[in-house]
């Protein structure tokens, strides 16, 4: 049992708060997961909808949504880091290596984008504690308190349930410690968060200065919290899934088109267990029945297949409109766009590239925090504030036009380091490339000859030349 949880600031009373807090958020959570990997809503449908129809709605859903994340996703990529004189850190790049940060950075930014926001711990390693350990983390397990005067942390909690011991465990995170948390062994579930379900098991001081856990949110507004990158057209995609059902229908009426017949006697029949009267019916759609009637007059027809034309527009309509809400290019949904140019796609991307570098401002400085606490734990005694994240470029340039771009440049005095930089080389690449190219060019200086100048010795015994050279020696000398 919890002895401070009424003690406000006590650790006791920072985990119930976010642990609260960590709890109500989850079924938003869980609707955003569900648009991100397309388990979206069945398209409405028929009140009393039997299996073989809630089937054939589920056929309807087509997850736009995962493509307006991704489509970020895949122009997010970290690819060095640089100092305050525009170096590269190598120190801290060899940081990154060792967490595997080359990869775990594409799952940090999916969860991110799906789920409003994403999390890093740095702490130190378990077998080495001068190695900065930095592992990212899901909101359904971290939840952060926030300064709202100075927009620092003032704690943290990360809360999961334990497979092996069967318990749950918390941790609470503050700028000068951690304390740890379990309950009593449970299955597993929603975690509990009252006083009496949780045990204080340890705690510890650490000199970091600062909550070890680093958000990562989703382009962020005043005063709001943040939401997932496709949530302003959740509205527009189940849209879609009910036009794609809608238009379904139509598609399988028409490849079984409605019969009718005109003159034909139908006899009645009455039903044995119900005792109601039923219109018997003998004409029954197949591939090798015949139908006939004995009626004089009887004439049978079917009715004709509906236009999908307008059902076609309309969903053609409904996507793009999804993917201008989202600002995600329109030639992920390629249509008729046939044969475009370089410009034509620089436009189109435009409002996308605006979205994605105010993702590289957001979270290049949630990186650089998380690099400045690694830094501590390394025990580095450096200011870190001025690094910067290096991005890959997000545009999609054709080379040529950027050794283009790159010749005129030099033509005009850029050094080569900044001309490989705005090609989108990484510090380290820029670093390779500047001393290669240093030690080229002083390779090529020592392999040409001398020539005789100002300044060059005279022969042994020849006193030098009243203008400074050395006299022309006799053929043969």
Not at 185 to 194: F, I, N, Q, V, Y
Request: hydrophobic share 40%; net charge negative; charged share 25%.
């Amino acid at each position: 049992m919890l002895s401070h949880a009424d003690t406000a600031l006590d650790p006791d009373w920072w985990l119930l708060r976010l642990g609260a807090k960590l709890r109500a958020r989850r079924e938003q959570l869980d609707e955003w997961w569900r648009y991100y990997t397309g388990d979206h809503p069945l398209p409405a449908g028929p009140k009393r909808a039997t299996d073989a129809y809630r089937d054939f709605q589920r056929k309807a859903r087509t997850n736009f949504c995962e493509t307006v994340a991704l489509a970020s996703v895949h122009r997010l990529t970290a690819i060095g880091v640089a100092d305050n004189d525009g170096a590269s850190d190598d120190t801290a790049w060899s940081w990154w290596q060792l967490n595997r940060l080359d990869a775990k950075q594409k799952q940090l930014y999916r969860v991110a984008l799906a789920q409003s926001i994403g999390y890093v711990i740095v702490g130190s390693h378990p077998r080495d504690a001068r190695r900065p350990l930095i592992t990212p983390e899901h909101p359904r397990e971290v939840i952060v308190d926030t300064d709202p005067a100075t927009d620092e942390r003032r704690a943290a909690v990360k809360a999961w349930h334990d497979d092996i011991a069967m318990v749950g465990r918390a941790v609470v995170y503050l700028p000068d410690g951690i304390v740890k948390y379990e309950t009593e062994e449970r299955s597993a579930g929603p975690l509990p968060w009252t006083k009496e379900a949780w045990t204080r098991v340890s705690e510890a001081p650490h000199r970091l200065g600062a909550v070890p856990v680093v958000p990562f949110p989703c382009r962020p507004d005043l005063g709001e919290d943040p939401v997932a990158e496709f949530d302003g057209v959740i509205d527009v995609q189940d849209r879609i899934n009910f036009g794609v059902l809608n238009r379904m229908t139509v598609g399988r009426q028409s490849a079984f088109r409605q019969k009718y017949v005109i003159g034909h006697k139908f006899r009645r029949v009455k039903d044995v267990e119900t005792g109601l009267e039923t219109v018997e019916q003998p004409f029954t759609p197949g591939p090798g029945t015949v139908w006939a009637s004995e009626g004089e007059n009887t004439r049978f027809g079917e009715f004709g297949a509906t236009d999908m034309t307008g059902y076609l527009r309309e969903h053609e309509i409904d996507i793009r409109t999804l993917l201008i809400m989202s600002s995600t290019p329109a030639y992920y949904y390629a249509g008729d766009l046939i044969n475009v140019s370089t410009d034509t796609v620089t436009a189109l991307d435009a409002s996308h590239i605006a979205k994605v570098r105010e993702h590289h401002a957001v979270f290049g400085e949630s990186w650089e925090e998380s690099l400045a606490l690694a830094a501590r734990v390394a025990g580095e005694d450096r200011d870190m504030s001025q690094s910067e994240i290096r991005w890959a470029d997000p545009r999609q340039l054709n080379p040529a036009v950027l050794a283009d771009e790159a010749t005129k440049k030099k033509s005009i005095g850029y050094p080569l380091a900044v001309l490989a930089e705005d090609l989108g080389e990484s510090p380290q690449r820029v670093n390779r490339i500047t001393s290669e190219a240093a030690s080229d060019a002083l390779m090529a200086a020592l392999a040409q000859p001398a020539a005789p100048g100002i300044g060059a010795e005279p022969p042994p015994g020849q006193p030098p030349a009243p203008n400074g050279r050395v006299p022309a020696q006799p053929a043969g000398a």
